[in-house]
């Protein structure tokens, strides 16, 4: 589902609370300094190479780079101008509208700084930038392209998380993924979640499409613990595609997966899905670049328990079921 938040110009005072990096919890453990920045400069690829040079590309074929080609995304956001144009208003933390620039083409992104987040009692360790960083590491590990573009760089308001601006379609029919139907029972194509109340007073049962792009995402947050999967954190992109955005609160030790795509618990895990774990198992081992990559993002003792659910979930070869100690849905669920 599209947010219909709109960016709206911020006033001229910066984001309050900006940390001094010593204030910064877990710096050293997260491996923060020029490791970490290497390894961001190896995913990310450089506009300096024969990815772009000036004048070698034109418009049509630097928007299907931009579409189709994740290490030139990443590169672009990395090393674009960064300019503020408004405030997502509706966000609880700092999310600026903006667009980066490089070589006279420009896209538009979002910018979160550290500077805007809000202090949450349960994530001492680290800020929610990093941790939106990490989730896109996995997402880009599995091959299925569920977060847009993100890197970490630093911005008009000090550093922070950059991400690829999803335009929703124009003109392209969007089936409903998530809905409240007056009835016991799903239907065919639907998947159910729980019973809700609707504002009339009345209980109605919240459903998700049986569909292959949310089981994929399914997956996906049970291995980064999700904490908060909403309805609104769901966009549908061009040709069909789906993303899924706002991912600052993962990765913590405790099982806190909190979501609205429980409508596969249980369940086997499709083969798509376990191709997927294998794989994210392999690069998660000690040195390799995944690896690599986290350790300047997560602290090692939230890396251990990333192995861990991976190692579980191919374990046992289905979906999780939710647990007794954490609420098991967001809210408010959109």
């Known amino acids: ?14 984001p309050p609370g900006r940390p001094e990096a010593e204030e910064r919890p877990g710096a050293e453990e997260r491996g923060a ?23 070698s590309l034109n418009e049509r074929t630097f928007q ?12 672009f956001l ?3 101008e960064l300019t503020v144009r408004g405030r997502i208003e509706e966000a609880s933390n700092a999310v600026l509208f903006c667009t980066v620039a490089h070589e006279g083409r420009a896209v538009d992104c979002v910018y979160k700084p550290v500077a805007g ?16 960083a990490a989730a896109y590491a996995i997402s880009r590990t599995t091959g299925w392209g569920l977060i847009p573009a ?12 950059v991400q690829r601006w999803i335009e929703v379609p124009d003109g392209e029919e969007i089936p409903p993924l998530l809905a409240l139907v007056e009835a016991d029972e799903p239907g065919p194509g639907w998947k159910a979640v729980g019973f809700a109340e609707t504002g009339q007073g009345r209980p109605a049962l919240l459903v998700h499409a049986d569909d292959a792009r949310l089981r994929r995402l399914a997956v996906l947050d049970a291995v980064i613990n999700n904490g ?3 309805g609104g954190h769901l966009l549908p992109g061009p040709g069909g595609r789906l993303f899924a955005i706002d991912h600052g609160v993962t990765f913590h030790t405790d099982d806190k997966l909190r979501t609205l795509l429980w409508g596969w618990a249980g369940e086997p895990l499709p083969d798509e899905a376990v191709t997927a774990l294998e794989r994210l198992r392999a690069e998660l081992a000690a040195g390799r670049p995944l690896a690599v990559r986290l350790a300047g993002l997560l602290t090692a003792a939230e890396t251990a328990a990333l192995r861990a659910r991976v190692a579980t979930l191919l374990a046992s ?15 408010p669920p959109l």
């Open 33 to 55: 300094g020029r490791e970490a920045d290497e390894v961001q400069d190896v995913q990310a690829g450089s506009l300096s190479g024969e990815t772009f040079q000036e004048g």
């Open 64 to 75: 299907e780079a931009f579409l189709n080609d994740e290490t030139f995304q990443t590169a």
């Open 78 to 80: 990395n090393e674009g």
């Open 1 to 14: 589902m599209e947010p219909t938040a709109e960016p709206v110009l911020p006033g001229p005072a910066t």
């Open 117 to 132: 987040e809000r202090p949450l009692w349960d994530f001492p360790d680290g800020n929610l930038a990093q941790r939106e």
């Open 317 to 331: 070869g289905r979906h999780p079921e939710p647990g007794g100690d954490w609420p098991p849905i967001p809210w």
């Open 150 to 161: 993100t890197v970490l760089r630093e911005g008009p308001y000090g550093p922070g998380m």
């Open 228 to 230: 908060d999967r909403k």
